[in-house]
């Protein structure tokens, strides 16, 4: 500055001449700043939404001069460009939104904020690195509100299963019932006098039945009548 007045030349790292008296030099800081701001919007179902966010941002070092020309130092830059311009942003888009739209559409939110407050300010001289939604918070009584909504669905949900299983165990029932009545059906149809007495025969255990008689118990003995008819056929 001469003599109080910015001037146009911006003076970068390192070492410079300067004239004593006629000549005096401010200093800001280029590096990134992050700061943190909360405010207070509403959705478009009118919802209280209190937002924190969280914003890095730099003076442009080709502009220092300018800046510090229309705005001030950092402090001023905080409290007289970012602070109303945040407000401002957030309260325009969340208004687009419904609460509902915040919170499962939540980086599409940020996105639109981080674009519109890099245009806002880039007027300044101040550039926008970046934007995080750090913290949304509701009202309480909206957030009990979502809370059981979340359990009726969960609940529903549960139901439907629960249908579903019922309905699989169910036709599970019938495909077990018509496999058995097809197999008695194949058997029905396969058994024959043979095949009978081939299981009986398999299944004896080498004991006759026996049958109460006058002198003791006598064993019962089943006599096949062709057998019988051959030998005597062969006796004679």
Do not use: C
């Not at 970068?12 to 800081?29: A, F, M, N, R, Y």
């Not at 311009?85 to 981080?114: G, N, P, Q």
């Not at 036709?171 to 058995?180: E, F, I, L, M, Y």
Request: hydrophobic content about 40%; proline content about 4%.
């Amino acid at each position: 500055m001469k003599f109080g007045k910015v001037q146009n030349t911006v003076l970068d790292e390192g070492i410079h001449p300067i004239l004593p008296i006629v000549t005096s030099v401010k200093t800001l800081s280029v590096r990134v700043n992050q700061n943190t701001f909360k405010a207070d919007a509403a959705s478009r179902d009118l919802q209280k939404i209190t937002t924190e966010l969280a914003i890095n941002w730099h003076i442009d070092p080709a502009r220092v001069n300018k800046v510090f020309q229309q705005v001030g130092d950092e402090e001023q830059i905080i409290n007289g460009i970012i602070t109303p311009s945040v407000s401002e942003i957030l309260k325009a888009a969340t208004s687009k939104k419904t609460a509902e739209e915040i919170i499962t559409r939540r980086t599409e939110l940020k996105d639109e904020i981080d674009r519109n407050l890099k245009m806002r300010i880039a007027a300044y001289g101040i550039i926008v690195d970046d934007v995080s939604l750090v913290n949304f918070s509701f009202s309480p009584e909206f957030s009990k509100a979502i809370e059981a909504k979340q359990i009726a669905e969960q609940e529903a949900k549960q139901a439907e299963f629960d249908v579903q299983k019922a309905t699989q165990e169910a036709q599970a029932d019938v495909n077990r019932a018509k496999g058995q009545a097809e197999a008695q059906r194949l058997q029905r149809l396969t058994l024959t006098p043979d095949l009978l007495q081939k299981q009986a025969i398999e299944k004896w255990d080498g004991h006759f039945p026996t049958v109460m008689g006058g002198n003791g118990t006598l064993p019962l003995i089943n006599i096949n009548p062709s057998s019988l008819k051959e030998e005597t056929t062969k006796a004679q």
